[in-house]
């Protein structure tokens, strides 16, 4: 099975702007989540989306928005764009079964390296 | 909140011995938790996993550890190579169902 793909690999963006990033999972997989990876903060849980809606959210601004597809395919949107968003975005897909992304293995894409100028 | 630390930040072995990584979560109802490896410019990919229902888990050199009382698990790597070289990260479900990571060792293999 392919594994989980994310587009585009790279970004750099002004303050101000917003941006858009896709990511698409393994064939079969329900559930995708977002993560946002820094050096000073390490892993951090954006949102997950299962069968096309958000199943749970971690503490970020209402700048940082998702959405699922019906072929679970998930987008992800940072508007208002700020240095600190700087970061490398991993994407996750899960098969969704067992009840959310905390109790599933997740399978990591190559993530998108965000920089804000 | 929840939390999941993870200790220590750096760990420094070499090739043959053994290394330890530990967690601490704060949430007693956990009960999931796996741990991710991710080497230099890759993707975090699982290693290891265990559910509260065990207490031990071993996949050839690796194994994980669970004490819920104290509420912690450990990672342990024996006989340690080169390509053991990578951050480690643990993580744990919140009360909420959202996955916490622990900040991550980075765990350096020495000839």
């Known amino acids: 099975k392919a594994g989980v793909t994310q587009t585009p690999r790279y970004l750099i963006k002004t303050r101000g702007q917003q941006v858009t990033l896709s990511c698409s999972p393994i064939s079969g997989h329900r559930s995708v989540s977002w993560y946002q990876q820094t050096p000073g903060q390490g892993l951090q849980f954006l949102f997950e989306?299962?069968?096309?809606?958000?199943?749970n959210k971690g503490n970020f601004p209402g700048r940082f928005s998702g959405r699922q597809f019906s072929n679970s395919r998930s987008e992800m949107n940072v508007s208002t764009l700020e240095l600190g968003d700087s970061a490398l975005y991993l994407c996750?897909?899960?098969?969704?079964?067992?009840?959310?992304?905390?109790?599933?293995?997740?399978?990591f894409g190559p993530g998108t390296r965000l920089t804000v100028l | 909140g929840e939390n999941v630390e993870q200790h220590p930040s750096t760990l420094s072995v070499q090739e043959g011995d053994s290394a330890v990584i530990k967690c601490t979560y704060s949430d007693s109802a956990s009960n999931y938790f796996p741990w991710y490896k991710q080497e230099l410019g890759k993707r975090p990919q699982l290693i290891i996993d265990i559910r509260s229902n065990v207490g031990e888990k071993k996949d050839q050199r690796i194994a994980v550890t669970l004490n819920k009382t104290a509420k912690h698990f450990s990672l342990h790597i024996t006989e340690t190579q080169p390509e053991d070289s990578a951050v480690y990260f643990c993580a744990a479900p919140s009360r909420d169902d959202k996955i916490i990571f622990g900040k991550g060792t980075r765990l350096h293999i020495l000839p």
């Open positions: 996750a897909s899960s098969l969704g079964t067992s009840g959310g992304a905390s109790t599933d293995t997740q399978y």
């Open positions: 989306y299962f069968s096309e809606t958000q199943r």
